[in-house]
């Protein structure tokens, strides 16, 4: 059997018994899930959802100048909620017994204690603007010219970043997290499969029928693309949640943020499963697999401590380091593209080492998996390690 | 390939300080059932994974009708280890189209040969369990099919009948008998049944501590080792009885071993004297006395016994 189909057939195994496996299931709901719930959360709490302001139109005046003043009250996130007068004097009735907060019509501009600032000056602005309106008609321009002077005298609005937070620092934890938690699944799957097949002894059985490089490529492939496929849906569940609930603007790198995130989910992986599958194939028993494990556990754990604080400061020195240092760069790099802190040729940089060291795991990872996976009885000691690895 | 045969010549194995292997070679021809036999320790089991490449012996070939074995061949091999192997949590019918596939089986047929081994073995109605929710003897005939689901060209059984009720054993020896006779795959495998290994192999390989003892088929065994040997059992007499003639020496219980000058006759006239006589004749060993005989009294024959 050609190495390709066997590592296809491996992988297939691999994805075919994680869609059967409750635990799969149940741990991709409850990231979904968790992912959502904040999603929702960061909305409802830390969201600017629009204001809602009980505002009354006094006669056909004030019904013009409401209607008007919809568009700019929706940019400062205000609802306009219309009731019509027919007097002055009803509205300010209504505003006394608190049932409306502002009033407009040909008059002053009618303001209960405490209403909505942002209101009374979109109310007043747009007021004034019909004011003016009715000057010009009076002063015999025609009305085409009137709208026409009235348009060039508005303004644009256009947001410059600033350096404060925008929601980006946010995004880069929860990217940092999801990460941390992708690739610590995986890779500790990848891990239980190896010694499962080892301490089950059906590795034997296989390796009749297969080479162990393409059984080591299929296992890691296989439980790589769930793994990807369970990011992606806890990352679309995320994104699906902000935008349908429609209460907040999206860090304007989230999306950027979101690929790279699955892009080096497969880099990392290559990397930190390639790690998981030398820890599994030098021992034997489940037992040991908790020792065995330790050094990339730690590994991970710390490239992730790091990666946290990288987040916090996403232009430090430690950041840039973190970028180019391939166990940190999984969580590192999307970590600063949210913050907007990653220039492009650090990242391309990043990407080209995190494949050279994947290239060396992998051909590492192949040379002491096929060597020990055969073997059994008490782990395999460092010393040991290093005299398989030199044997032919 | 089928009807092809298999040679070990002259195979070794060390661990450290520990042989255990030492210049062993047996031949498995086209078509029979070889048992495998000898004491645990005795090299059996390493043996065997060598001969389908889980292990490689320090000296020695193992051939495939005249040619060093390689791993395509290997392949072709249907095996079962000692430890078993299977994932546990995969469903049955999944993990034999499994293997069906890396030996080489398209889907399709993977699936038939899975379904017509599971009915063959009496486990179809598990097909869709997982592995470890079936009893120890149901794995067991799933590991079987396993080994079988591909069409190997050869089987090697490590222990295939340990922990069997005796219908699994029916059930396993006609499977085995009927791949060997039909197909024409050469089967070998290590028991410690000794009356199964007797009643199902053409041929019977015997090791002890890493060597060949004796091999060939039980009657040759038999013929070769029964020299002699007469059986005079005389009712009344004590276990210990023994005639005191020259030449005719107590071997066990009413078995003795007469040199090639002692005359049967001698035996039976005393034998008469001492009470009366309930049986008489050529001793034939069984291939559980042969073991016995062979491995002697102090070579770990306990767990020979211990099995029936």
Known sequence: MNGRRASYLAARREVRERLRSRAFLISTLVQVLAVAAIAIAVSVVGGTGPTEVKVGAIGPAGETITAQAQVPADRLDLDLLIENFATEQAARAAIEAGDIEIAVGTGPVLAGSGASEPAQAVLGQVAAEQKLRSGLDQAGLPPARTAELLDSSRVGFEQVRTSEDDGGQGIAFLSTILLYLALIFAGYAVASGVVEEKSTRVVELIIKAMKPRDLLAGKVIGIGLMGLVQLLLVVAAGLGTTLLLGGVDLPPATLDTALLALLYFVLGFALYGCAFAVAGSIVSRQEDSQSSTAPVMILLVGSYIIATSIASQPSSTLAVIGTLLPPVAPFAVPARAASGELPLEQLLLSVVLMIAASAMLIWLAGRVYERAVLRTGAPIRFRELLRLLRSP | ?308
């Open chain 2, 1 to 308: 390939m089928p009807g092809g045969s298999l040679e070990v010549d002259r195979i070794s194995k060390r661990y450290g300080d520990l042989v255990a292997l030492e210049d062993l070679s047996l031949a498995v021809e086209p078509g029979q059932i070889t048992g495998f036999v000898g004491p645990n320790g005795s090299g059996k089991t390493t043996a065997m994974r060598i001969i389908v490449g889980l292990l490689e012996a320090d000296s020695g070939e193992v051939r495939w009708s005249g040619q060093p074995i390689d791993s395509p061949t290997r392949r072709r091999i249907g095996y079962m280890p000692e430890e078993r192997g299977l994932y546990p949590k995969m469903k049955v019918s999944d993990q034999l189209d499994y293997f069906g596939e890396i030996h080489g089986l398209d889907g399709a047929t993977a699936s038939r040969r899975t379904l017509e081994w599971l009915e063959r073995l009496g486990v179809a109605d598990r097909a869709a369990d997982n592995v470890e929710a079936l009893s120890l003897g149901n794995q067991q005939r799933v590991q079987l099919a396993a080994s079988l689901v591909f069409e190997p060209e050869m089987l090697i059984l490590d222990e295939p009948f340990s922990g069997l009720d005796p219908i699994g054993v029916d059930v396993l020896s006609g499977v085995l008998t009927e791949v060997c006779e039909t197909r024409g795959v050469p089967v070998i495998f290590s028991s410690h049944q000794l009356e199964l290994v007797e009643r199902l192999c053409d041929s019977v390989v015997i090791v002890k501590e890493g060597r060949l003892v004796a091999s060939g088929t039980v009657e040759q065994l038999e013929r070769d080792n029964s020299d002699r040997l007469w059986l005079a059992r005389v009712g009344g007499a004590p276990e210990s009885w023994d005639p005191g003639l020259p030449g005719i020496e107590w071997r066990r219980p009413f078995i003795f071993r007469l040199d090639d000058e002692a005359d049967p006759q001698a035996l039976l006239r005393a034998a008469m004297d001492a009470g009366r006589v309930l049986e008489f004749g050529e001793h034939r060993p069984g291939l559980a006395e042969l073991f016995r005989s062979t491995i002697g009294e102090s070579g770990g024959t306990r767990e020979a016994g211990e099995s029936r």
